[in-house]
């Protein structure tokens, strides 16, 4: 499998415009990974990508004690395992029925680190705060942080079947930054789980310092979740699985984010 996806990635890389952002050729941009290095096919991506734009970077673990430090220059989740509906319960209606949720060794693993993470994040001064990339469980992660729970299960709740190894039409619905010139574009999924986006458009007075900004299968799914006030981007689709110009917009965006947090701490010591 890994392979076969390797063959069809290679296919999309074309030569890019750089971005204006520029680093010193001995300077590092170093990449915060909350689970498994950020994943083969995500650093994968990021390589050639940054490699394209003349950047250097390099792949570190983190937690939220690193995130303390300023020890990055930008933070990845990526995709995994369901996160625990403890977590969010208490938004859920009472008659949810958890068990929906798979849970896995990895998840009771990556729940508190993530979360945690998400909770110090979102303390920080947006100037300290670094790029924020969440793919897929990551996305979820940054719901949940913000207090948007979870759909558990979208074939038993929301009559739709679950989203495995599926390509799905990606739509535009509000100004955004991965989104240039199009307003639609196909990516592949592969979860089970999203954002409750009608719990999202219930109570949206509570949620104007975020937007989604694309949604998929007729307005049910929430793609990409854009903030306003700090570079944070999620995406519920996989880019490092997909081809074509979503995959590119999310990576460039995450590297020239990282690029200018970079500058900005330089001219701030």
Same mark, same amino acid.
């Given at each position: ?89 208490? !938004? /859920?209606? +009472?008659?949810?029925? $958890?068990?929906? =949720? *798979?849970?896995? @060794? ?10 945690? !993470? /998400?909770? +110090?994040?979102?303390? $920080?001064?947006? =100037? *300290?705060?670094? @790029? ?17 729970? $979870? ?119």
């Amino acid at each position: 499998m890994k392979y076969f996806f390797l063959s069809l990635i290679a296919l999309s890389f074309v030569q890019y415009s750089h971005s204006e952002c520029k680093l010193q050729s001995s300077e590092v941009i170093k990449i915060g990974c909350t689970y498994d290095q950020c994943g083969f096919f995500n650093r994968f991506a990021l390589k050639n990508f940054a490699r394209d734009k003349k950047y250097n970077i390099e792949f570190i673990s983190i937690d939220k004690k690193a995130l303390s430090s300023q020890q990055v220059d930008a933070v990845l989740i990526p995709g995994g395992a369901d996160i625990n509906p403890n977590y969010y319960a208490t !938004l /859920l209606p +009472k008659e949810t029925d $958890l068990t929906l =949720s *798979k849970l896995t @060794p990895e998840g009771k693993k990556r729940d508190p680190i993530e979360l945690g !993470l /998400l909770e +110090k994040y979102f303390s $920080l001064p947006k =100037s *300290k705060s670094p @790029p924020l990339l969440g793919i897929c469980r990551g996305m979820q992660a940054i719901s949940i942080a913000q207090g948007v729970p $979870l759909i558990l299960d979208l074939k038993t709740q929301l009559n739709l079947k679950n989203r495995i190894y599926t390509i799905d039409k990606v739509t535009q619905r509000a100004p955004s930054s991965i989104f240039t010139k199009h307003n639609e574009a196909h990516a592949l999924e592969l979860h089970h789980q999203a954002m409750d986006f009608q719990y999202y458009l219930n109570n949206k007075d509570r949620f104007q310092h975020f937007t989604v900004t694309a949604l998929s299968n007729d307005g049910i799914i929430p793609e990409i979740l854009e903030f306003k006030d700090r570079p944070v981007l999620g995406v519920q689709f996989h880019p490092e699985l997909s081809l074509g110009k979503l995959r590119k917009n999310v990576f460039n965006w995450f590297l020239d984010q990282a690029c200018q947090y970079k500058n900005s701490q330089k001219e701030n010591t």
